[in-house]
C-alpha cells in the first residue's frame, strides 16, 4: 500500500501532546532532552506542563516538531514507513525530517529560529490574516487582486482558504468577500501576516540557518508547500524553505498531487485531526489515519494488514 505522512501545522498543538509516548518508550525522553538541547527550551516543561508558552510561535514551532517526531519514530519502529511525505507549513520540516534530508535536531533548532523570526519581522498590530469559509478561490483573488498588501496565505481545501497581509488591507478584503457569498470571514488571532510578501525579510535572515544545516539525499521524496512539486532534488531544498515563509501554502494542491501519485493511506501525526479534514474535502477517496497516541499506531496496522 502506498502511504503518504502528513504532518499539521501550527495551531494543532497542545499541551500534553506526545506524552504517553514518552511514558511508553525510554528513546521518547531521549528526544526531548535532544530537542531541549537544539533549541534551547526545556521541550518537558513546555511540552507536559499547563503554560502559555506552548502558542507563542517561537515555543509553538519546536514544540510541535517534537511532538511530531516523536510519534514518527514510534510508527517507523513498528515498521509503517512512508513512500512520500508532506506537511503543512511548520509541518514541511517534519516531512523533511521523515524523509531523510534533515536530522530531529536541526529541525527543532531551525523551526525556534524560524518561528522567532516569523513572530519579530513585522511590528505587531502591522499585519493579520483571516479565514475565508464557503468561497472558491478564484473568488477570493479576484476580489482581493486590487486590495494592495492582501494575497492568499493557505489553500487549505475547497472552501477554506485564508488570506494575509496589512491589516487594513485584510480588514478592506473581509466585508467585500462576505458580499461576493463567503460563507464566513474570520479574522485570525496571530502574532503576524504569515505566509505574505511582509515576511520575506524572514526568510532572507533564515537563510543564513539553512546554509549552515546540513541537507541530506532524501531517502523518499517530500511534497513543497510553496509549489506543490514533488521534490526529489536535495539542492532545492533551501531555497524552497527560504522561499515558504512568504508565498502561500499551495496545501489542497499537495493532496491532489498525492492522488495523481497513486497515495492509498494518508497518515496524519500530529495532534488534532486538521489534516484528515482537508483531505476529507479535498480527496475524499483516500482513507486518512491520525496517530496523536500509542494506541492509534495499533489502528494504522489493523488498517494495513486488514
Known amino acids: 500500500m502506498k502511504i503518504a505522512f502528513a504532518y499539521p501545522g501550527q495551531g494543532a498543538q497542545k499541551i500534553g501532546m506526545a506524552k504517553d509516548f514518552v511514558d511508553s518508550f525510554d528513546w521518547a525522553k531521549d528526544m526531548i532532552a535532544e530537542a531541549s538541547d537544539a533549541s534551547g527550551i526545556d521541550m518537558e516543561k513546555l511540552l507536559f506542563e499547563e503554560n502559555d508558552d506552548i502558542n ?11 511532538a511530531c ?3 514518527t519514530k514510534a510508527l517507523t519502529d513498528a515498521g509503517i514507513t512512508p513512500d512520500i511525505t508532506g506537511g503543512l507549513s511548520l509541518g514541511e520540516y517534519c516531512a523533511l525530517v521523515a524523509s531523510g534530508a534533515m536530522t530531529f535536531s536541526d529541525a527543532v533548532k531551525l523551526t525556534r529560529i524560524r518561528g522567532s523570526l516569523m513572530s519579530n519581522t513585522v511590528p505587531a498590530g502591522e499585519g493579520t490574516m483571516a479565514a475565508v469559509i464557503g ?6 483573488e479576484n476580489v482581493i487582486k486590487d486590495i494592495d498588501g492582501c494575497t492568499m496565505a493557505n489553500y487549505n481545501c475547497p472552501g ?9 488591507a485584510v480588514e478592506k478584503a473581509m466585508p467585500l468577500l462576505s458580499e461576493a457569498g463567503a460563507r464566513k470571514v474570520v479574522q485570525l488571532n496571530v502574532s503576524g501576516p504569515f505566509h505574505s510578501p511582509m515576511l520575506k525579510p524572514a526568510g ?23 509549489n506543490a512539486e514533488i521534490v ?8 524552497l524553505l527560504q522561499t515558504q ?21 494518508i497518515i496524519e ?15 475524499p477517496e483516500i482513507p486518512v489515519i491520525n496517530v496523536s497516541t500509542v494506541e492509534d499506531i495499533d489502528k494504522v496496522k489493523e488498517a494495513l494488514n486488514g
Request: hydrophobic share 40%; aromatic share 6%.
Open 232 to 239: 526529489n532534488d536535495t539542492s532545492k531544498i533551501r531555497d
Open 69 to 71: 517526531m516523536i510519534m
Open 269 to 283: 501525526i500530529g495532534p488534532g485531526k486538521t489534516i484528515a479534514g482537508f483531505v476529507k474535502k479535498t480527496v
Open 245 to 265: 515563509v512568504s508565498s502561500p501554502v499551495m496545501w489542497e494542491q499537495s493532496m491532489r498531487v498525492m492522488k495523481d501519485l497513486g497515495v492509498e493511506l
Open 160 to 168: 477554506q482558504i485564508v488570506i494575509t497581509g496589512k491589516k487594513e
Open 135 to 140: 468561497l472558491d478561490s478564484e473568488v477570493i
Open 56 to 66: 507563542i510561535t517561537e515555543f509553538t514551532q519546536p514544540a510541535l516538531v517534537t
Open 204 to 226: 532572507d535572515n533564515l537563510r543564513k540557518y539553512l546554509d549552515e544545516t546540513t541537507v541530506s539525499d532524501l531517502k523518499v521524496p517530500y511534497i513543497a508547500n510553496c
